[in-house]
């Protein structure tokens, strides 16, 4: 069965620090992952976008790695902020790229 | 949000009642989608469309319906046969399908959450 499951489900960090999101998953075939940022009552807005080839990608203060051969996935907040507060949920495209699996998302919060 | 607008932000159904959520697109994107996000779940694809005049049924698509007359629009409508439409609805749309990956990036808008009276 393709599952993404995402862990923890929630974190508290104070402003300033630095965390680490996971995400596992077992969707096959395999095309690509994405890590979607969603603040409450809003809609998910894309982070980062990686291929089996990619092990990296930044997009400034948000670094995410892959490791296609153990399927697993995480995202790096450097320096957090209070605006980094929300719910980031990591995405595995199964087929070509429309048939997506959402893992269940993490709850960040920062605190001043 | 992009160019992507849902309306109504927040939406009650009665006992019976259709309701109808609304998703219109100025991104010329092929592609529309409906997921519905339930609290502590991974959002869940409902209905989606590769081209105009054309849908499909995704994971749970029961107790919907969806139409897509215009490459802009795509509203989904909430059936009395769906018994528990308690949920936040959310549209995105992409570039298309197939042919390469940035094509596939989808685009959210910022949902409807719909009630129950």
């Known amino acids: 069965k393709n599952q993404v499951e995402q862990s923890p489900q929630s974190l508290i960090i104070l402003e300033g620090k630095n965390c680490t999101l996971q995400?596992?998953?077992?969707?096959?075939?395999?095309?690509?992952l994405r890590w979607y940022k969603q603040d409450t009552g809003r809609g998910p807005v894309s982070l980062t976008i990686?291929?089996?080839?990619?092990n990296t990608k930044s997009n400034g203060r948000y670094t995410a790695t892959l490791d296609a051969d153990t399927k697993q996935s995480s995202l790096h907040i450097t320096a957090s902020q209070l605006s980094d507060s929300a719910s980031y949920i990591c995405?595995?495209?199964?087929?070509?790229?429309?048939?997506?699996?959402f893992g269940a998302g993490t709850i960040l919060r920062v605190k001043s | 949000d992009g160019g992507i607008t849902q309306s109504p932000k927040y939406l009650f159904r009665k006992e019976g009642q259709n309701v109808t959520l609304s998703c219109e697109q100025n991104?010329?994107?092929?592609?529309m989608y409906w997921y519905r996000q339930d609290p502590g779940q991974g959002l869940r694809l409902i209905y989606y469309?590769?081209?105009?005049?054309?849908?499909q049924k995704g994971d749970i698509a029961e107790g919907y319906s969806v139409s897509r007359e215009k490459k802009e629009s795509f509203p989904l409508t909430v059936t009395s046969a769906q018994k528990n439409p308690t949920a936040f609805y959310l549209c995105?749309?992409?570039?298309?399908?197939?042919?390469?990956?940035?094509?596939?990036?989808?685009?959210f808008g910022a949902g409807t959450r719909l009630s129950v009276l």
């Open positions: 995105a749309s992409s570039m298309g399908v197939n042919g390469g990956l940035a094509k596939n990036i989808q685009y």
């Open positions: 995400c596992n998953y077992t969707v096959s075939p395999f095309s690509n």
């Open positions: 990686m291929t089996f080839s990619e």
């Open positions: 995405v595995v495209s199964g087929e070509y790229g429309n048939k997506l699996v």
């Open positions: 991104l010329n994107h092929d592609a």
């Open positions: 469309s590769q081209i105009v005049n054309d849908f």
